[in-house]
Nanobody
Framework: QVQLVESGGGLVQAGGSLRLSCAAS????????MGWFRQAPGKEREFVAA????????QYADSVKGRFTISRDHVKNTVYLQMNNLKPEDTAIYSC?????????????????WGQGTQVTVSS
């Protein structure tokens, strides 16, 4: 099992930036793929970005490509989501998740461990 704790959310104006962090503890030595998902009020959870452990392969939702960057620090057992040029439609609760696999996936049901989420609000 892996425990995940997100931080870094907040209120920002459109065009601004935020960096989310996801600190992992527990069985972090395993080959986990890490993902970020978000859920806006009244909407389903959607994939944002993911990164594999071994080769650092990344994948992004079309809506965030060119604006968001996912990265990981193996020493700190932390995954980051750098969000630039934020838009009001990016407003949501952002959650990180871990999948015990080297294969990146966009499907939330394939992730085994979840953090509690952090709120990101982008004002226009």
């Amino acid at each position: 099992q892996v425990q995940l704790v997100e931080s870094g959310g907040g209120l920002v104006q459109a065009g601004g930036s935020l960096r989310l962090s996801c600190a992992a503890s527990g069985r972090t030595g395993s080959s986990y793929t890490m993902g970020w998902f978000r859920q806006a009020p009244g909407k389903e959870r959607e994939f944002v970005a993911a990164i594999s452990r071994s080769v650092g392969r990344t994948q992004y939702a079309d809506s965030v490509k060119g604006r968001f960057t996912i990265s990981r620090d193996h020493v700190k057992n932390t995954v980051y989501l750098q969000m630039n040029n934020l838009k009001p439609e990016d407003t949501a609760i952002y959650s990180c998740a871990a999948r015990l696999s080297t294969v990146v996936s966009v499907t939330p049901q394939l992730y085994n461990n979840w953090g509690q989420g952090t709120q990101v609000t982008v004002s226009s």
